[in-house]
């Protein structure tokens, strides 16, 4: 690392990406931001800073405020303007005769809205705001940190006139799409020459990227991961908001298939950048597309579909979960402090603690209440811990890592229906040393986050998940019980009858109920009725394999015994996986 940034003076770094909304205004690259680097581990500094004389103005004839005039650029362009900013300074004294009071020092200088990056700690999940993968291209969603992948141009940071290996268009291009698709920030470093120049190999290539940029911008401003389908082999896919975006890296003009992982249903289509038809056709587990027209890019050309999901749950009304805090590691006497956390994300660090009354070392910590998701998806639960950590949901262990341990990430995964609330607790305790929380989630439609307060409650859930089995559920008219298929069944099994008229009766108590079984291409179509009154058909024919989808929820009902019941219509099987009850 030191070596690469020792003949740094100048790096300015365009970070394009989908973390910024908004389109700028025609540029070379199109940059959403920039980020200067004002002062590197040398600790000479790029402005004229009063603090001392080891900068631009007093080294050099150079007497203009460089920073000044760049930000008054990029805002005149809609260019958000950042700086980077290295907190090791070897020029500084203190950092090699006292680190301590050099850190002291550093820290004191710190706005508290200030954005650090990992690099502050270990590059850990846990270590300062962001993560920072440097000359690599994650291949998937960061899962307990955002990201922006930094990198260069050619091969160096700083400009070097013997390094001509500059990317192409296409690979620059390639790799936005591919950071845009996984959530990821691209940060592009450009090393000026000493007057300040732009070398023709890398304004070629930043050229090339604004030239895509110009027809395809819409693809990369404000898109993001979604596993809603799969990433293809064709190229990439990107959505924001009620638009997938397929970008297509050759064979412009062949008919390409879009695989689905969740219901959804794509109501057209065209091309980006020339509006050109895209016909658009349900074909085996998603959809074929073919487009129509000449390409416009040799690097990539953009299809522009419409998507329709299962309506979302309106934001939650929580402000969080009870907390609980024992000065032992084994959650025993009366907690020292009881109260409510808005969210689940701490990090103590070596001297600290949740709380004052809380010990540095050696506590224990429970979080309790419910957990409201607004889609009707399996989420994802990501921990970063240390010591050991355990969640649960509706009583079911979902992510346990219990083996004391240097900060973690684990997770686990459950199918949670939109709207409801289920119960949910998390343990974490801390022996020695560091000690961190942090409670994400993710979900198809939800990017990796720490949970929200608005869907944390510090009361208890009123959901819970029965399965097909429960007491309550009765079926009549030929079923079989089909288990361990390792399709992601509730529980691993399956009640499934193939005979038409068979059907089950759920008779629960409370107000509401769901019925969550799997839709895939030999099944049909379901009939509905709540307390013995028709409600609707619920259609389960769909390309794709998918387990636990809601086919039915009854909400609102009025306090008591009902009954749900289901009776098989169509199609070759129909089964009953799971069934959630609502007091
Ligand atoms: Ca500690
Ligand atoms: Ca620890
Ligand atoms: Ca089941």
Aim: with cysteine.
């Amino acid at each position: 690392m030191r070596y690469r940034f020792v003949h740094l003076l100048l790096g300015l770094a365009l970070a394009i990406g989908g973390l910024v909304a908004g389109s700028p205004p025609a540029a070379i690259a199109h940059p959403a931001t920039t980020a200067c680097t004002t002062t590197h581990h040398d600790g000479f500094a790029m402005w004229p800073t009063k603090a001392n004389d080891w900068n631009l103005r007093s080294r050099s004839g150079f007497q203009r405020d460089l920073l000044a005039e760049l930000a008054t650029e990029a805002r005149a362009n809609g260019i958000k303007f950042g700086v980077y900013y290295s907190i090791w300074d070897w020029h500084n004294p203190l950092f090699t005769s006292d680190f301590p009071a050099y850190v002291t020092q550093m820290k004191a200088g710190i706005s508290p809205d200030i954005i650090i990056n990992n690099r502050v700690g270990k590059r850990r999940a846990v270590d300062g705001d962001y993560g920072t993968p440097e000359q690599a291209l994650p291949s998937g969603p960061p899962s307990a940190q955002l990201e922006e992948s930094c990198m260069t141009i050619n091969d160096t940071w700083g400009y070097a006139a013997w390094d001509t290996n500059f990317k192409s268009p296409a690979t620059l291009v390639r790799n936005l799409v591919q950071l845009t698709s996984t959530s990821s920030n691209y940060l592009l470093n450009i090393g000026p020459t000493d007057t300040g120049a732009i070398s023709t190999g890398q304004a070629n290539a930043l050229k090339g990227v604004g030239d895509w940029m110009a027809r395809n911008g819409t693809t990369i401003y404000g898109g993001g991961f979604t596993d809603l389908v799969a990433q293809p082999g064709w190229g990439r896919v990107i959505r924001k908001g009620g638009k997938l975006y397929l970008v297509v890296y050759g064979n412009w003009g062949q008919t390409i298939h879009l695989s689905t992982k969740a219901r959804l249903t794509l109501t057209g289509a065209r091309v980006l950048d020339t509006g050109a038809a895209v016909t658009l056709t349900r074909s085996g587990d998603g959809y074929d597309l073919t487009p129509t027209g000449a390409s416009t890019s040799a690097i990539a050309n953009v299809i522009e579909a419409d998507l329709s999901v299962p309506g979302a749950a309106p934001a939650g009304t929580g402000t969080g979960l009870k907390a609980e805090f024992w000065n032992n590691t084994t959650f025993s006497g009366t907690p020292v402090v009881t109260r409510t956390d808005a969210t689940l994300n701490y990090a103590s660090r070596y001297g600290g603690s949740p709380g004052p009354a809380i010990n540095t070392d050696n506590f224990s910590s429970r979080w309790t209440g419910s957990i409201q998701p607004r889609y009707s998806e399996q989420y994802t639960f990501t921990t970063a811990s240390d010591d050991t950590v355990q969640v649960w949901i509706d009583g079911k262990l979902v992510v346990a890592n219990t083996t004391p341990h240097a900060p973690a990430v684990d997770q686990g995964s459950i199918t949670l229906v939109a709207g409801r609330r289920y119960d949910i607790k998390v343990e974490q305790t801390e022996n020695g040393g560091e000690a961190f929380l942090k409670l994400i989630w993710s979900s198809p439609s939800t990017p990796a986050q720490i949970v929200p307060a608005s869907q944390l409650y510090a009361t208890a859930g009123r959901t819970h998940i029965c399965n097909d089995n429960a007491s309550g559920v009765t079926y009549s008219g030929g079923w079989n019980v089909s288990s361990f298929r390792g399709l992601g069944d509730y529980a691993d099994d399956v009640h499934y009858s193939t005979a038409n008229g068979s059907l089950f009766t759920y008779t629960f108590t409370g107000t509401g109920a769901d019925l969550l079984t799997e839709a895939y291409s030999d099944e049909g179509d379901v009939d509905i009725y709540v307390d013995g009154i028709f409600k609707t058909t619920s259609h389960l024919a769909y390309g794709a394999r998918l387990p636990q989808v809601v086919a039915y929820s009854a909400t609102g009902l009025a306090p008591g015994t009902h009954t749900l019941k289901g009776v098989k219509v169509s199609g070759t099987y129909m089964l009953v996986d799971r069934l959630d009850v609502t007091s």
